[in-house]
């Protein structure tokens, strides 16, 4: 069993900067951790995602502004999300795929999930 707590979530203004973290307990942390969000009435979209040997992947809409990175002694995995812009507003979700192969930003393959946490950003 996976326990995932996201934070980090907030109100900022459009232009600024936010860091979430997601703090994993349970079972071993060498899998697939991954980002995603969920803006009221749209579907789960991925964000970003990291294995456990640090490569990363980008949505489009990620790429430039927003950084994944891991800390496996801490077992965290962190966003750093700049330049936000209000289309970044979303409920935002930390999960862990802990199937071998698929493609990072396949939302059905990830097992665990976190509560979610809010970001809303202001024009």
């Known amino acids: 069993q996976v326990v995932l707590v996201e934070s980090g979530g907030s109100l900022v203004q459009a232009g600024g900067s936010l860091r979430l973290s997601c703090a994993a307990s349970?079972?071993?942390?060498?899998?697939?951790m991954g980002w995603f969000r969920q803006a009221p009435g749209m579907e789960r979209k991925f964000v970003a995602a990291?294995?456990?040997?640090?490569?990363?992947y980008y949505a489009d809409s990620a790429k430039g502004r927003f950084t994944i990175s891991r800390d496996n002694a801490k077992n965290t995995v962190y966003l750093q999300m700049n330049s936000l812009k209000p289309e970044d507003t979303a409920v935002y979700y930390c999960?862990?795929?802990?199937?071998?192969?698929?493609?990072?930003?396949?939302?059905?393959?990830?097992?665990?999930w976190g509560q979610g946490t809010q970001v809303t950003v202001s024009s």
């Open positions: 999960a862990i795929n802990t199937k071998i192969g698929g493609t990072p930003s396949d939302v059905n393959l990830y097992d665990y």
């Open positions: 349970g079972r071993t942390f060498r899998y697939i």
């Open positions: 990291i294995p456990w040997s640090g490569s990363t």
